[in-house]
C-alpha cells in the first residue's frame, strides 16, 4: 500500500483544516487506517484511528475537534479538523495497519506497516 497524504497549509487560531490520504491497493478497505502527527523538535504521536468498519478513537486533545473518516470506495482517508489551536501546528502522516481490527496499541507507531509522506499543517496567527 502506498500512502500520500494531502491537505496541509496555514490557518488562523479556530479556523478548520480537512486532510486527505491517497492510498493504492486493493486491501485498503479491510486495513486499520491511522493520523499521527510529529511537532517541530518532538516525537510522532498518535492523533486518530478508523478501522475498515469506522470504530475510531482520538487522542484526548483533539476529541471534539477532529473527526476521521473513510471512503473505501475512493480508498481515501480524512481528518477534519476544526477550531485549530497553535499546538495542533505539526507535520501529519497517514499510517495503515495491515489488520481489520484496530490493534490494541493503536497509539503506537510500531503497530502501523505503512506510511505516507507528511503534510505540514500550520495554525498562527
Known amino acids: 500500500v502506498q500512502l500520500q497524504a494531502s491537505g496541509g497549509g496555514s490557518v488562523q487560531p479556530g479556523g478548520s483544516l480537512r486532510l486527505s490520504c491517497a492510498a493504492s491497493?486493493?486491501?485498503?478497505?479491510?486495513?486499520?487506517m491511522g493520523w499521527f502527527r510529529q511537532a517541530p523538535g518532538k516525537e510522532r504521536v498518535f492523533v486518530s484511528v478508523?478501522?475498515?468498519?469506522?470504530?475510531?478513537y482520538y487522542e484526548d486533545s483533539v476529541k471534539g475537534r477532529f473527526t476521521i473518516s473513510r471512503d473505501n470506495a475512493k480508498e481515501k482517508l480524512y481528518l477534519q479538523m476544526n477550531s485549530l489551536k497553535p499546538e495542533d501546528t505539526a507535520v501529519y502522516f497517514c499510517?495503515?495497519?495491515?489488520?481489520?481490527?484496530?490493534?490494541?496499541?493503536?497509539?503506537?507507531?510500531?503497530?502501523?506497516?505503512?506510511w505516507g509522506k507528511g503534510t505540514l499543517v500550520t495554525v498562527s496567527s
Open positions: 499510517a495503515a495497519n495491515r489488520s481489520m481490527v484496530v490493534p490494541k496499541d493503536y497509539s503506537s507507531s510500531y503497530e502501523y506497516d505503512y
Open positions: 491497493g486493493r486491501t485498503f478497505s479491510w486495513y486499520t
Open positions: 478508523i478501522s475498515w468498519r469506522g470504530t475510531t
